[in-house]
Nanobody, 118 residues
């Protein structure tokens, strides 16, 4: 069973930065499109950013220009650099192999909480 372990969240003031990491045991990681997702209380999960095996990226409109997704295939890790954070970015952040929309291939991990204070 593939495991996903997210880390790097925390409490930060608006305008601050955080870097999230997600490590996986998936041996075919380099061939997978990976995504970062987030879910705030009472809201549906949304895709924040995705990166293909070839390094192509796409972002939700709400984070374009502020967030950057990247990957290290040797470490089987995907990152999310978050700059200029806003209170509306507050949510639990999760990674997964991206199958489209908000669908992940594997059982969701524990996620990492990001809280942005005004």
């Amino acid at each position: 069973q593939v495991q996903l372990v997210e880390s790097g969240g925390g409490l930060v003031q608006a305008g601050g930065s955080l870097r999230l990491s997600c490590s996986t045991s998936e041996k075919y990681f380099s061939a997978m499109t990976m995504g970062w997702f987030r879910q705030a209380p009472g809201k549906q999960r949304e895709l924040v950013a995705a990166i293909t095996s070839g390094g192509n990226t796409n972002y939700a409109d709400s984070v374009k220009g502020r967030f950057t997704i990247s990957r290290d295939n040797v470490k089987r890790t995907v990152y999310l650099q978050m700059n200029s954070l806003k209170p509306e970015d507050t949510a639990g952040y999760y990674c997964n192999a991206h199958l489209g929309g908000t669908i992940g291939k594997y059982t969701w991990g524990q996620g990492t909480q990001v809280t942005v204070s005004a």
